[in-house]
């Protein structure tokens, strides 16, 4: 009983004493100096009051913080941190469409193309920190990839495939820079024309944001492309041959909108 005792005066001598005077009710620090009081008594009663007050300040000892020790959180709320911090931001189109309004319509919005068996969109998901999108060889597709800015959205259009359409969403990570495949002679895109002095070809880097949760088919974009349609004066189809090419906020808004309906002409059981 002795040792319980001491814990008690120790417990208490190293609580600060603003967290003592702060902590209610006041019955603990009564039965605390009642305690200390009959510390030499061995009355029957007053061992057992010493033993709830003891009890009382130990529970209260560990449900105090130190302010020299974090206390640990319990183990449901920090499951319940973890799930929060494993959230995603939302990408969906409402979510998307506030952004836009928020930055003031600042954003740029764009389509890329790349052909699957190349560079697929599982591909970029894979790739170990953003990828450069390289290779591009067309000078009015240059220019657009030297417009962007970085926390630009693009579409990542699936092409010359059996099934060409949009898949994913990416995130323009990194401003235009020089592409270096143009100086080296055993790359697919080399440029003999090209020198460090005077680059022609550059590229950005893209990192994914997610993966559609269907493909939205190149079928499926034109039926909308007609007089009056929403996608009417889309890049898409009226430069068809252009491998990176803008896209209106609105024209990205419905697109996104496409996502969550079911395609039209198509059985999707």
Known sequence: MASRRNLKRTLDDEQPATTRASTAPTRRSQRAK??????NSNNADASLTATDGITAAVAGHRGTKKPSKAKPRPAAAETALEEEDKVEPSTSSADIKKEENDAGGSRGFWLMKSEPDVFSYDDLCKHDGPAGWDGVRN????????SMKLGDRAFFYHSNCKEPG????????RESSVDESQFDPKAEYYDAKATKEKPRWYLVHCSPIRKLERQIGLAELRTHSGDGGALAQMALFRQTRLSVSPVSAAEFQFILSLEERKPEGKDTD
Do not use: F, P
């Open 34 to 39: 009642l305690q200390r009081d009959n510390a």
């Open 139 to 146: 000078h009015v597709a240059k220019n657009h990839l030297r």
């Open 166 to 173: 949009i898949v994913g969403l990416m995130e323009i990570t």
